[in-house]
């Protein structure tokens, strides 16, 4: 059985930094791009980049509205995935989630950015 | 980046009913490889979306065939019928094919 579980949400102060962590389990980690999506509270979903598998190299492609404050990246021998977030700024707020793919979710977990 | 617009922003619908949704992209959504890459989602309350439909018309694994998909470049529609208790949420259409990839506002499926 696939299972994503996020962890390292909570409050951050407004131009902190965070990371959050996915572990992944119930199937070949290397084989998928891996996603992370964020929603705020009674919003749509924003997609903000993913890392690709291993046959392509686990490269990274991220939306402009966080590049640069963000970074994707994996480490494939403890099927992790992790979003470094830094600047943060109250419009960050939002849940957060990893994804395999387009395909499968975490059920996220909550990042509040506020003084 | 490309602007999905989905209509209606809610829907009301009697238990055993039919109804459909529709998204529209700013932009054809073919991709230089030939494929399509628009999904369809949908959020029960509390949950994580969960896939439904992908590359326009393809049902996900588990998902009835109550749910189909359709339409081509920039128009698409997502239809249920027999709709049941289950079915209610909000739907996201999302696009795959530009970057930054980009999800509608959502469609709120409620009973009559």
């Known amino acids: 059985e696939v299972k994503l579980l996020e962890s390292g949400g909570g409050l951050v102060q407004p131009g902190g930094s965070m990371r959050l962590s996915c572990a992944a389990s119930?199937?070949?980690?290397?084989?998928?791009?891996m996603y992370w999506i964020r929603q705020p509270a009674g919003k749509a979903p924003e997609w903000l980049g993913f890392i690709r598998n291993k046959a392509n190299g686990y490269t990274t492609e991220y939306n402009p509205s966080v590049k640069g404050r963000f970074t994707i990246s994996r480490d494939n021998t403890q099927n992790m995935l992790y979003l470094q977030m830094n600047t943060l700024r109250a419009e960050d707020t939002a849940t957060y989630y990893c994804?395999?793919?387009?395909?499968?979710w975490g059920q996220g977990t909550l990042v509040t950015v506020s003084s | 980046d490309v602007v999905m617009t989905q209509t209606p922003v809610s829907l009301s619908v009697s238990l055993g009913g039919q109804t459909s949704i529709s998204c529209r992209s700013s932009?054809?959504?073919?991709?230089?490889?030939?494929?399509?890459?628009l999904y369809w989602y949908l959020q029960k309350p509390g949950q994580s979306p969960q896939l439904l439909i992908y590359k326009v018309s393809n049902r996900f694994s588990g998902v009835p065939d109550r749910f189909s998909g359709s339409g081509s470049g920039t128009d698409f529609t997502l239809k249920i019928s027999r709709v049941e208790p289950e079915d209610l949420g909000v739907y996201y259409c999302y696009q795959g094919t530009h970057y930054p990839y980009t999800f509608g506002a959502g469609t709120k499926l409620e009973l009559k």
């Open positions: 932009q054809s959504l073919v991709h230089s490889d030939g494929n399509t890459y």
């Open positions: 994804a395999r793919a387009v395909v499968r």
């Open positions: 119930g199937f070949t980690f290397t084989d998928f791009y």
